[in-house]
């Protein structure tokens, strides 16, 4: 899933000699000894498009880019057939070069973008690179917003674990402490939870992958399943405590906020 890695190893060196423009590879001929080496580095200093961008001022530190594919090579990512080259046939007056389409299929290719899975296995195959190589004395940095990426989304995997166990424990309490019932409690939490594990079931049954912004929904289901289960509980035992009639008391419960909860519910999905 790269398409381009860039370093002092293989970038272009564009440089004037007498009358002459030369255009090769900065390293196509490697130096043999010291002082081969120092007018290598007087070569790659004296550039201006090399400083701050693959080499620091000081010399003492390099940058290797390294560009993704734009779009997925998964072919079950790519509908409408498999894609074609489209300078194939760049002498054919006739072809469309906007209109992307396969001729064994009748309708555009749909590429997709790079999945978050092709993503991931960028950066963890770059960090074992980074273990095989990094010694105290030489040291390896990853960034770019991949790495970035990958860092946050394993940050909140985790921390959405310890977070949403907390969050169940402090509402049970402060459940406990606003209808004094263990049933209360339980019924308020057997539905959050019940929720959590529909929704992140039906995604992974439909393989919606785990992103950024759906780390979220642990606590956002968490926050609505609570509310909608506060505004019926307290109306239920409030009629439930005239009389002890269950039934009245969710009749009640139900008439009064059930169309209301429904629609926020709705509203919130």
């Known amino acids: 899933n790269v398409a381009k890695v860039t370093s002092l190893i293989n970038v272009r060196s564009t440089r004037g000699l007498e009358d002459e423009l030369l255009v090769d590879g900065l390293l ?141 424990v402090v509402i049970a309490i402060i459940l406990f402490f606003l209808f004094k019932r263990l049933t209360a409690v339980l019924l308020a939490l057997l539905i959050v939870v019940l929720s959590l594990i529909s929704t992140l079931g039906v995604m992974a049954l439909n393989g919606v992958a785990n992103t950024i912004p759906t780390q979220i929904l642990p606590s956002f289901l968490l926050a609505v399943g609570v509310a909608d289960s506060v505004h019926l509980l307290s109306l239920f035992f409030k009629r439930f405590g005239l009389d002890g009639n269950r039934q009245a008391a969710i009749t009640y419960a139900l008439s009064h906020s059930g169309r209301a909860v429904v629609l926020t519910s709705l509203t919130t999905a």
């Open 28 to 168: 196509d001929e490697w130096p043999r000894d010291a002082d081969e080496m120092a007018a290598f580095r007087k070569r790659v200093m004296s550039n201006p498009l090399y400083e701050n961008s693959l080499i620091s001022k000081d010399g003492k530190f390099t940058a290797i880019t390294i560009q993704p594919e734009s779009f997925s090579t998964d072919p079950n990512q790519n509908k409408g057939g498999e894609d074609i080259d489209l300078l194939a046939e760049f002498e054919d007056e006739d072809i469309d070069l906007l209109d992307e389409t396969d001729p064994a299929e009748d309708g555009p290719i749909e590429r997709q973008f790079l999945t978050d899975e092709e993503k991931t296995s960028i950066v963890d195959a770059l960090w074992k690179i980074v273990d095989k190589h990094e010694t105290p004395n030489f040291p390896i940095y990853l960034a770019g917003s991949p790495i970035v990426d990958h860092k946050i989304k394993g940050n909140l995997q985790r921390d959405m674990a310890v977070f949403v166990n907390l969050g169940l």
